[in-house]
């Protein structure tokens, strides 16, 4: 295949996206009144009903966390959902929520925590009306998925990296039905493997991934660019540093890679050696990438985790050098790809303890960052994060059109607007676990009461990031709402529209 370079000029950036990130203030941290169950907790996944199910490392174990009645994760319940199937127990593994609420998760480091890497192929689908998990063959030939990528697409598709190869498989899931294509190097133009690559979004629907594995005696790490219209990569601009750690025995890595709110890519890299790691920004309007600010004292975010606040910031998590604790907490803000502010905000108690790769970020309807945590058997535990600032309102969903009287126990309602998936994926941990938050969840306040109520969403009618065009999902009215007069809200990437008025029968 000849490989073109990509040609960045020309994207359309709409005007939200170009409002300026907040200034930095140190939000608070909380822990859950009701800690969490287990020992281990990893990847944690938004539902579309606004419950947070997290994963037990290394184990087929799965709990549910439910916010109170006032819709407070840090006042919330926790109870038991179903196993996965197969004896399936992965560590570092692609995941996603569906457009029709379902979650996808598929691959796994290790499998079990046996002795060295499995890179298993394992998958699972899994339903949480009928809280139960299927089987998910993996794609035709392949033998090893591993910590792969994954995003769901603008069509709403299920895409996936490989750990070991090349290839990329596109997974359409009806019903229990899960239908993979598989594409070649040879068919997509792919340069290296997929193993610790991160995709991002750009504001035009397209990924961009730093390779892991090539251009390990270049200074500045190559980078491509994968078109979902064609299914093909392209070279894009070397990135401003060299952003892959490739030292020792251990694998390639580098750390997130975030699209926020203003348009900008964030790139946090590995720390490089005994020297500091750099950050880097990619304008995608023109492909150029400059250079961000680098973490102080030799601290790095390599296999770290970031989420994007509500007020435009990215709250990052770094370590206190060669992946050591303490655990350190940054903020960045992007004004411009040359106006990019670093400022250490506070730390849970836990950070003294805590090894980044190890964590995870999920950004919750609240606009609040849920983060798990674990050291061992007695460090271990999942902490919120409230940020300060508010979201512009150019980032907010809208509503246009929605029923304004709804009944309790009803389903497939509807309701239209645009921008429900919101301008970013919300959070992400490198290449080895995703916690996208890029879809919506319906909300219902009482106003007598103050209760909340959410309405669980599906069959959204598009995926990917928000472009402005029109958006629509159903949602299903629970039977224990409070009835009465209240206001409605869709939330994406924790910002939510402005309230509609509803009353529920």
Known sequence: MVRRASIFLGIALITALASPASAITSGTWAPLQNPYPNVDPDTPLLLTDGTVIVHEECSSRWDKLTPDINGDYTKGTWTRIADLPDSYAPQYFASQVLADGRVMVSGGEYDGCLSGPVETNKG???????????????????????????VVRLDKKFQMSSCCSTALAIATVKGDEVKWKVLYANQTGKNDTG?????????????????????????????????????????????????????????????????????????????????????????????????????????????????????????????????NPPSHFFEFAIKSADDVTLKEVAAPPLAAFAFPFEDRMLVLPTGQVLWSAKHDAIHHEIDIYTPKGHPEDGWRPVVSDVKAALKRGSTNNRVKGA???????????????????????????????????????????????????????????????????????????????????????
């Open 124 to 150: 699972a689908l899994y339903d949480p009306v009928k809280d139960a998990w299927t089987v998910v063959p993996p794609p035709p030939g392949w033998l090893k998925t591993g910590n792969a990528a994954s």
């Open 195 to 323: 193993l610790s690559e991160s995709w991002t979004a750009l504001p035009d629907q397209r990924l961009v991934t730093i390779d892991a594995t090539t251009c390990n005696q270049d200074a500045q790490s190559c980078t491509e660019i994968f078109d979902p219209n064609t299914n093909t990569w392209s070279d894009g601009q070397r990135a401003c540093a060299q952003m892959v750690n490739r030292g020792g025995s251990a694998p390639p890595t580098l750390g997130p890679a975030i699209l926020a709110p203003q348009g900008f890519v964030l790139q946090i890299g590995a720390q490089l050696g005994e020297d500091v790691g750099f950050n880097c920004i990619l304008d995608p309007a023109t492909g150029t990438w400059s250079s961000a600010p680098s973490f102080p004292n030799q601290y790095d975010g390599t296999w770290s985790s970031a989420a994007v606040l509500p007020n435009g910031n990215i709250l990052v998590q770094a370590d206190g050098h060669n992946d």
């Open 419 to 505: 921008n429900f998936n919101g301008f970013t994926y919300g959070s992400g941990y490198g290449g080895v676990s995703q916690m996208s938050t890029n879809y919506p969840l319906v909300r219902i306040t009482n106003i007598a009461t103050g209760h909340v109520c959410y309405a669980r969403t599906h069959d959204h009618n598009r995926m990917g990031i928000a472009d402005g065009t029109a958006s629509s999902t159903k949602f299903d009215v629970p039977a224990i709402c409070d009835a009465g007069a209240g206001t409605l809200e869709v939330v994406a990437n924790g910002i939510a529209s402005k309230p509609v008025n509803v009353t529920l029968q």
